[in-house]
């Protein structure tokens, strides 16, 4: 995981180079998912879409992401999730925290 990124495009295509998928659920919740553990999880939590790094490219995925951020309500965020071998806990990591902005996005909130 990364430890410290700006709200950038470069910055977010740099974990989702990373990702094994990424899911939305279709009104604020946003996630970079970095392991099939929670690739797992999300599908047991009922979250649809789940597109994987086998679907569609880094680049893809970020554009992707704009949409979904463009298209969720004011409450909005992209978190990194991880899980944890040690403990089976997830580690989670602000991307854009709620209430913060995607620099050089042109909002134009849905």
């Known amino acids: 995981m990364i430890d410290s990124i700006n709200n950038t495009d470069a910055a977010i295509l740099t974990v989702v180079d990373l990702c094994q998928a990424i899911t939305w659920d279709k009104c604020h919740k946003i996630y970079v998912l970095m392991d099939d553990n929670q690739i797992n999880k999300m599908r047991g939590y009922g979250y649809d879409p789940i597109i994987t790094s086998d679907e569609m490219s880094a680049n893809k995925m970020v554009d992707?992401?704009?949409?979904?951020?463009?298209?969720?309500?004011?409450?909005r965020f992209i978190n990194a999730v991880a899980s944890?071998?040690?403990n089976g806990g997830d580690r989670f990591k602000d991307l854009i925290g709620q209430g913060d902005n995607w620099e050089g996005l042109d909002d134009g909130q849905i």
């Open 64 to 75: 992707q992401l704009k949409e979904w951020y463009r298209a969720s309500c004011g409450l």
């Open 84 to 86: 944890n071998g040690k």
